[in-house]
């Protein structure tokens, strides 16, 4: 969703950081639909777990939120493209990541030291910028020993859920949300991820990866192109 909410935002005259805001604000509606489709894997979680990362990932988010907020807006326009980029590949290397995860994950025991420190950086990326972060939610929890793709679907969305409200709240307190296209925004895309989830079942997988991976490489060289 960010590879085409952020560009359009910017393209029609939304300053970059209140584009990114902004943004975040039109896809957080999906975040919550996807976390109540996975309660009975996070019910099944200790509950002590599920708070501690949630308080890991509400601390993430806001910590991104403000380094975007205090990010000189020349300078954030200047690694924009960078950031696409990032992301664009990320998505790209999604299933090998995944491949890689799963081969790894007999170390998880051994790895699950970093979970909470790995959770910590992912969530202040998210904070700042959305593009990718589930890919690098689920390689987390995937390296560090948890073995069930639900449960780790699972806490994706939870962890999502909370960092990205939160990082949310804060530009909104900021004053850094272009009110008008974002609620015009966000109904639109409540709607095109209800419409879109029956449509793309009709699409080959490998079409649509296929076609999210030319969006974004497709936004990145506009971005760089722009300077």
């Known amino acids: 969703g960010s590879f085409l909410t952020f560009p359009a935002?910017?393209?029609?005259?939304?300053?970059?950081?209140?584009?990114n805001a902004t943004s975040a604000l039109a896809v957080s509606p999906g975040y919550l639909g996807s976390t109540l489709g996975f309660r009975p894997e996070l019910r099944a979680l200790p509950m002590t777990r599920l708070r501690r990362e949630m308080l890991i990932a509400a601390?993430?988010?806001?910590?991104?939120?403000?380094?975007?907020?205090?990010?000189?807006?020349?300078?954030?326009?200047?690694?924009?493209?960078?950031?696409?980029?990032?992301?664009?590949v990320l998505f790209a290397a999604g299933p090998a990541i995944a491949r890689r995860a799963r081969a790894g994950a007999a170390d998880g025991p051994g790895l699950a030291r970093w979970r909470e420190p790995g959770l910590l950086a992912v969530a202040i990326y998210g904070g700042y910028f959305n593009g990718g972060l589930g890919i690098?939610?689920?390689?987390?929890?995937?390296?560090?020993?948890e073995g069930r793709i639900h449960t780790v679907n699972a806490l994706k969305n939870?962890?999502?859920?909370?960092?990205?409200?939160?990082?949310?709240?804060?530009?909104?307190i900021a004053g850094a949300i272009a009110w008008k296209e974002g609620l015009l925004m966000m109904v639109a895309a409540t709607a095109g991820g209800f419409f879109g989830a029956r449509w793309s079942k009709r699409l080959p997988a490998q079409a649509v990866?296929?076609?999210?991976?030319?969006?974004?490489?497709?936004?990145?060289?506009?971005?760089?192109?722009?300077?």
């Open 158 to 172: 939870l962890n999502s859920l909370v960092l990205s409200w939160l990082s949310v709240a804060a530009f909104v």
């Open 59 to 88: 601390v993430g988010g806001v910590a991104g939120a403000l380094l975007l907020l205090v990010t000189p807006a020349k300078v954030f326009s200047g690694i924009v493209p960078w950031l696409l980029l990032f992301a664009t």
């Open 9 to 19: 935002l910017v393209f029609t005259g939304v300053p970059p950081i209140v584009a």
């Open 209 to 227: 990866r296929i076609g999210v991976i030319v969006t974004g490489l497709v936004m990145t060289a506009l971005f760089f192109w722009r300077g």
């Open 136 to 145: 690098l939610l689920m390689a987390l929890y995937t390296l560090t020993g």
